[in-house]
């Protein structure tokens, strides 16, 4: 028999105490505290000694000069975009988990990528919160072959690992983790000990089996991950997939990824059959008007590892009411507040009793900073109803002083723009590249007073 172990879990945030106490010291929470019973040594059953340790069994303490540097071989998707944002595919062992908002597409996503898997390589899918005729009819509409993938529906963990342990699939899928549950924790599916003893289980298990786990998780209202935040530091690779209600395009993002680069970006048009990965993102982002308008502009962002072409739109208007708006839609509303002040202390516009607005089309989210000058290149135009060249694109930061700062990989965002046909360039000036590039005119700036005055003789 194993020995029963106590201990006391905040069903908020997941943190752990040795008793009972009326409020979590570590989310501020009340009455979240509770009893959860857990299993301290393993014992016959499904519980065996071999899950003993988290990454397999015990080795050797080795220096790190002695460790193999062989390349870890990489299994693909089918899915180029998909294996983009994973760092070039899949890893044996490796744990990955995909978020997204419901009706966003992520069991379809998986479903088309482990059809197409499951015929060089045996696969699982396992289902908990969809019966598996359900799972069956979307297969058939997305047009996928079903022939040799293995389905189960199951929201038990204990009897999830016994099917795995006999059909050995190189390949798992638990569709979701917040219907699973494991036994020796007496809390409901769903709750922070259930999703976190669940996905421990199964991640130890795919550790240990070299087995590949895709583990589907919900989101909360504004878009993280529900659960416990231990659960993103257990898996390997956390993968969000993005995408408004009114839009036919959704967006595979990289949270985290033990196995590539972060923040890689995946782009796919939802169909009738299914997920489709669009090869070229920046001309979806690119469907201008055949006129140019007042307050719009082209920008190249660095999504990941390759640069990607989206137009931002502002407005400036008169405020209706006593209080001005700042409104921001794809960016950082502190971010544009900041680049306003900084467009009136050094670049001698007023702004202060009109409206602002800014969109970036197409449902893209910019983080980086490279989007300043083109915002703020954008804000100016509408402000001065005067359109800026269709052919322009403009990218740089700028600083609290009026400098425009250089951004990561200039002349690549330059190669880029060259290459869908756009002709100049307002750029910092550190990013001007060496040779002259053919049919671009990059007109290098290094003060926003600069800026100002160079989109003025356009």
């Given at each position: 028999m194993a020995k029963?172990?106590?201990?006391?879990?905040?069903?908020?945030?997941?943190?752990?105490?040795?008793?009972?106490?009326?409020?979590?010291?570590?989310?501020?929470?009340?009455?979240?505290?509770?009893?959860?019973?857990g299993v301290s040594a393993p014992g016959k059953g499904a519980r065996s000694a071999r899950f003993e340790g988290y990454a397999g069994s015990l080795s050797q303490v080795k220096s790190l000069d002695e460790v193999s540097l062989a390349e870890q071989a990489r299994i693909s998707t089918g899915i180029q975009e998909f294996d983009r944002v994973l760092g070039g595919g899949l890893v044996e062992g490796s744990a990955v988990l995909m978020g997204g908002h419901p009706g966003a597409g992520k069991s379809t996503l998986l479903l088309q990528a482990v059809c197409n898997l499951a015929a060089r390589t045996p696969a699982l899918y396992v289902t908990g919160e969809e019966s598996l005729q359900q799972v069956a009819m979307r297969a058939k509409r997305l047009g996928v072959p079903t022939k040799d993938l293995k389905m189960l529906s199951e929201t038990s963990v204990?009897?999830?690992?016994?099917?795995?342990?006999?059909?050995?699939?190189?390949?798992?899928?638990?569709?979701?983790?917040?219907?699973?549950?494991?036994?020796?924790?007496?809390?409901?599916?769903?709750?922070?000990?259930?999703?976190?003893?669940s996905a421990a289980y199964l991640t130890r298990?795919?550790?240990?089996?070299?087995?590949?786990?895709?583990?589907?998780?919900?989101?909360?209202?504004?878009?993280?991950?529900?659960?416990?935040k231990v659960l993103e530091h257990m898996i390997d690779c956390s993968i969000l997939l993005e995408g408004s209600s009114d839009s036919r395009y959704r967006t595979l993002r990289g949270i985290k990824n033990r196995f590539g680069a972060v923040n890689e970006l995946g782009v796919f048009a939802m169909l009738e059959q299914g997920l489709k990965e669009v090869k070229n993102p920046s001309a979806i982002f690119l469907n201008r008007g055949e006129e140019a308008a007042p307050g719009s502009v082209v920008m190249v962002v660095w999504e990941g590892t390759r640069p990607m072409l989206v137009e931002i739109q502002a407005l400036v208007d008169m405020a209706q009411g006593s209080y001005p708006r700042r409104v921001a839609v794809g960016t950082d509303q502190n971010r544009l507040a900041m680049l306003l002040a900084v467009l009136h202390r050094h670049g001698g516009m007023h702004v202060a009793d009109q409206d602002v607005f800014v969109n970036v089309v197409g449902g893209v989210k910019v983080a980086e900073t490279s989007a300043d000058l083109a915002l703020l290149a954008a804000i100016v135009s509408s402000f001065r109803d005067r359109a800026l060249p269709q052919d322009l694109v403009?990218?740089?930061?700028?600083?609290?002083?009026?400098?425009?700062?250089?951004?990561?990989?200039?002349?690549?965002?330059?190669?880029e723009a060259a290459k869908h046909g756009f002709t100049r360039a307002l750029v910092p000036k550190a990013n001007v590249p060496r040779k002259p590039v053919e049919g671009m005119n990059v007109i290098p700036v290094t003060k926003l007073s600069e800026a100002l005055d160079a989109l003025q003789d356009l």
């Open positions: 029963a172990k106590t201990a006391f879990v905040c069903t908020e945030c997941g943190a752990d105490y040795s008793k009972w106490q009326g409020q979590c010291t570590a989310c501020q929470a009340w009455n979240t505290i509770k009893e959860v019973r204990e009897r999830l690992i016994q099917v795995a342990e006999a059909e050995q699939p190189k390949i798992l899928v638990v569709d979701s983790i917040q219907v699973m549950h494991v036994a020796d924790t007496e809390s409901a599916p769903g709750s922070v000990s259930q999703v976190r003893e298990f795919a550790k240990q089996t070299g087995t590949i786990l895709f583990l589907v998780g919900h989101v909360t209202k504004d878009g993280s991950l529900a659960g416990p403009i990218f740089g930061e700028v600083g609290l002083s009026g400098e425009i700062r250089p951004v990561p990989s200039g002349q690549e965002r330059i190669y």
